[in-house]
């Protein structure tokens, strides 16, 4: 089955900085790769994806990147906030197989200092 | 538009009860995933429902199970309580076409004692 790995495991940042998040997979037929948020006390919240079809994606401060061939994808937040902080986790799943087994990895806590 | 209903938010359960966790999706919606979020395992895929069938199954022993209604909701069952499976358990809802984008509901805090 997928497997997926994340790092750092935490990561602290000033405010105004960027932060990056990486993370790789095993399998290969994995085409579908959500970003999530996740605040103390909540359910994650997706923030951003990206498709196997597409190499990089931005939203305002947030852009991922993939690379098919090494099997990593990256998540960039750019002139962080302090309501950035929060534990982040990538997920990947082949979404054309009819299953929505999300796979994540273990998590980010970011933390942005004022 | 709603989110993601689960209920109840928290829940205390002693050894070898049993209890039952409900999610009601995002309308229009008619897939629903489960997941136990653990400090030690992280997120973990428990099982999807589309249409009132079960479509894919996580690495759980069968004390979990679940179960889909026509209208979408969910209700997810563990049987013979025990401490390990203290967690957080989410709920996530998708269109179920392939688009594969999920939703997640608040959680329910389950505390087995």
């Known amino acids: 089955g997928e497997n997926v790995e994340q790092h750092p495991s935490t990561l602290s940042v000033q405010e105004g900085d960027s932060a990056v998040i990486k993370c790789t997979y095993s399998?290969?037929?994995?085409?579908?790769f959500p970003w999530y948020k996740q605040e103390l006390g909540k359910g994650p919240q997706l923030i951003i994806d990206?498709?196997?079809?597409?190499g990089e994606k931005k939203d305002q401060r947030i852009a991922v990147t993939l690379n098919k061939t090494a099997k990593h994808f990256s998540l960039h937040i750019t002139e962080t906030q302090p309501e950035d902080s929060a534990v982040y986790f990538c997920?990947?799943?082949?979404?054309?197989?009819?299953?929505?087994?999300?796979?994540f990895g273990k998590g980010t806590k970011l933390s942005v200092i004022p | 538009k709603a989110g993601v209903t689960q209920t109840p938010r928290y829940l205390i359960k002693t050894r070898g009860q049993q209890v039952t966790l409900s999610c009601s999706p995002i309308s229009g919606h008619r897939s629903v995933s489960w997941y136990q979020q653990t400090p030690g395992q992280g997120l973990q895929f428990l099982f999807e429902y589309f249409s009132e069938t079960q479509r894919n199954k996580g690495n759980f022993p069968g004390r979990f199970s679940g179960r889909q209604f026509s209208n979408s909701r969910s209700e997810m069952n563990v049987s013979t309580l025990e401490l390990g499976d203290s967690a957080l358990y989410l709920c996530a809802s998708s269109l179920g076409g392939r688009s594969g984008e999920q939703y997640f509901g608040p959680g329910t805090r389950l505390t087995v004692t």
């Open positions: 990206i498709r196997s079809n597409v």
């Open positions: 997920a990947a799943t082949d979404s054309g197989a009819g299953s929505y087994q999300l796979t």
């Open positions: 399998d290969s037929a994995s085409n579908y």
